[in-house]
C-alpha cells in the first residue's frame, strides 16, 4: 500500500510538471521588444539593460543623472546585436511629479513604440536605528522606492491592457522579504512593493499582463556604496538557498506562475519554516548581545 501511495504521488508530480508549461504565461520575445528601465543609469538596471539589449531589445534608459545615462548609453550600444536597436535616455525623477512621468513615458512610446516591459529599478537604501533616523527618511524612502514604481507603472498599464501584452518587473529586495535590524524605513517601502505587486497582479493577469517582483539580496551597486555608510551591522546574503527559502516562506498569498511552483512551496514550507526559527533566534541572540556589550562599554566609560 505505501509503495504504491508513492507510486501515485510520484506520477501525480510528474503530470504536474508537464502540465505546468500549458497554463504559465509564455516568455516575452525581447528581439524588437520595447523595455523600460527606471534606475537604468547605474547598477542592477544598467545590467538589466545590457543584458535585454543583447537579446535584441529596443531600451529606454530613465535615470536623474544626465551623465550618468548617457555613460550607460555608450556601454549598453557596445552590445548590440542588430543596426536597428536603439537606446533612448531620459532625465526624469520618477518620484516627483506622476504628470511629468507620463509624459515622457509618451515621449518614449512615440519614438520606440509601445512599452512591452517595465523594469522598475529606482531606488535607494538608508539604515539606522529607528529613533535614529530623521522622519524626512521614511518619507524620502517611501516616495523613492515605492512611489517610484508606482508612478512609471501607472504610466505603462493602460496600453498593456489594450495591447493585451506586457510585462513589469518590480526590483524590491531580501529586506522586503524579512524585516531586519537598523532598516525600519528601507524594508518597510520594500514591503510596499510587494503588496501593490500582488494586488495588481489580481488586475491585470485577465489582460495578458504579468507581474515580476525581484528580491535580490546585498548587491554591488553605487546604490549599495551610499548604503553602507550609514550600516549600522553586516548581513550578507547569498542568491541561491537563502534567497529560494525566504520566497517560499513569504509566499503567503503570492500567485504563483506554474503549479510545480506551488507544489514546490507546500511541500518545503515546514522544513524551511523549522530553519528560519533558528535564523530569527540567531538575529535575536546577536542584537541582544551587541546590546549587552554597548552597555557595558558605556559604563565602563561612566565610571572611568
Known sequence: MLLLAAAFLVAFVLLLYMVSPLISPKPLALPGAHVVVTGGSSGIGKCIAIEC?????????????????????????????????????????????????????????????????????????????????EVSTFERLMSINYLGSVYPSRAVITTMKERRVGRIVFVSSQAGQLGLFGF????????????????????????????????????????????NRTKQGN??????????????????????????????????????RTIALFYLGSFDSIVRRCMMQREKSENADKTA
Do not use: W
Open 184 to 227: 525600519t524605513a528601507y524594508s518597510a517601502s520594500k514591503f510596499a512593493i510587494r503588496g501593490l505587486a500582488e494586488a495588481l497582479q489580481m488586475e491585470v493577469k485577465p489582460y495578458n499582463v504579468y507581474i515580476t517582483v525581484a528580491y535580490p539580496p546585498d548587491t554591488d551597486t553605487p546604490g549599495f556604496a551610499e548604503e
Open 53 to 133: 539589449y543583447k537579446q535584441g531589445a529596443f531600451i529606454t534608459l530613465v535615470a536623474r543623472n544626465e551623465d550618468k545615462l548617457l555613460q550607460a548609453k555608450k556601454e549598453i550600444e557596445m552590445h548590440s546585436i542588430n543596426d536597428k536597436q536603439v537606446v533612448l535616455c531620459i532625465s526624469v525623477d520618477v518620484s516627483q511629479d506622476y504628470n511629468q512621468v507620463e509624459n515622457v513615458i509618451k515621449q518614449a512610446q512615440e519614438k520606440l513604440g509601445p512599452v512591452d516591459m517595465l523594469v522598475n529599478c529606482a531606488g535607494m537604501a538608508v539604515s539606522g536605528k529607528f529613533e535614529d533616523l
Open 235 to 272: 548581513f550578507n546574503s547569498s542568491l541561491g538557498s537563502d534567497g529560494y527559502m525566504l520566497s517560499a516562506l513569504t509566499c503567503g498569498m503570492a500567485p504563483v506562475t506554474s503549479i510545480t511552483e506551488g507544489l514546490q512551496q507546500v511541500v518545503t514550507m515546514g522544513l524551511f
